[in-house]
């Protein structure tokens, strides 16, 4: 009896996904000429759960930017960063923490963020590009490994995607 219940316990712990080998990444892709910063407005009560839209105000501090990357290291020129979720995936992630249905990415020029006081970049909205997208962008910029890759600069896919400023300006 011993045995059949060893054996049903182990059976179970192995059939059972493991939840730290779950991955939902998106990728942050770099093809400007100089280095880029971020802040992926996640919601949830997580570390970054500031300015989650429709509030798209800078109130989130200087220490969360850049956090996804160890070091607080930024993107550089032909670099990417990747936000991964290992609870959820991002279906579920915009279902309970982000109601609006939209992610805000907010992406600085790492220069500006060295030269000016974070209160500066705060008041005059230094933000040079921010990401306004719905879980259906987030599938149209899907790669050829079905990982969501956005691009900074934005790309032609991304003409009709919510950001400040436009597209093309």
Same mark, same amino acid.
């Given at each position: 009896?011993?045995?059949l219940i060893f054996i049903s316990f182990l059976l179970l712990f192995v059939s059972c996904e493991d939840w730290r080998h779950r991955r939902y990444p998106i990728h942050l892709v770099n093809n400007s000429e100089f280095a880029i910063s971020s802040y992926?407005?996640? /919601? $949830?009560? @997580?570390?970054n759960s500031a300015s989650v839209f429709p509030d798209t105000t800078i109130s989130f501090e200087r220490s969360m930017v850049d956090r996804e990357r160890p070091g607080g290291r930024p993107?550089?020129? /032909? $670099?990417? @960063?990747?936000?991964?979720?290992h609870i959820h995936s991002w279906e579920r992630w915009f279902?309970?923490?982000l109601p609006q249905d939209t992610l805000s990415i907010f992406i600085f020029n790492h220069a500006v963020l060295n030269r000016f006081p974070w209160s500066v970049?705060?008041?005059d909205y230094m933000v040079i590009k921010r990401y306004d997208l719905s879980l259906d962008d987030?599938?149209?910029l899907h790669n050829r490994f079905g990982v969501p890759e956005i691009p900074f600069p934005p790309d032609e896919r991304m003409r009709d995607m919510r950001m400040f400023p436009p597209f093309g300006e």
């Amino acid at each position: 009896m011993r045995r059949l219940i060893f054996i049903s316990f182990l059976l179970l712990f192995v059939s059972c996904e493991d939840w730290r080998h779950r991955r939902y990444p998106i990728h942050l892709v770099n093809n400007s000429e100089f280095a880029i910063s971020s802040y992926f407005a996640l /919601g $949830g009560g @997580t570390w970054n759960s500031a300015s989650v839209f429709p509030d798209t105000t800078i109130s989130f501090e200087r220490s969360m930017v850049d956090r996804e990357r160890p070091g607080g290291r930024p993107i550089l020129p /032909g $670099g990417h @960063t990747v936000m991964d979720l290992h609870i959820h995936s991002w279906e579920r992630w915009f279902e309970l923490w982000l109601p609006q249905d939209t992610l805000s990415i907010f992406i600085f020029n790492h220069a500006v963020l060295n030269r000016f006081p974070w209160s500066v970049i705060q008041q005059d909205y230094m933000v040079i590009k921010r990401y306004d997208l719905s879980l259906d962008d987030l599938r149209r910029l899907h790669n050829r490994f079905g990982v969501p890759e956005i691009p900074f600069p934005p790309d032609e896919r991304m003409r009709d995607m919510r950001m400040f400023p436009p597209f093309g300006e």
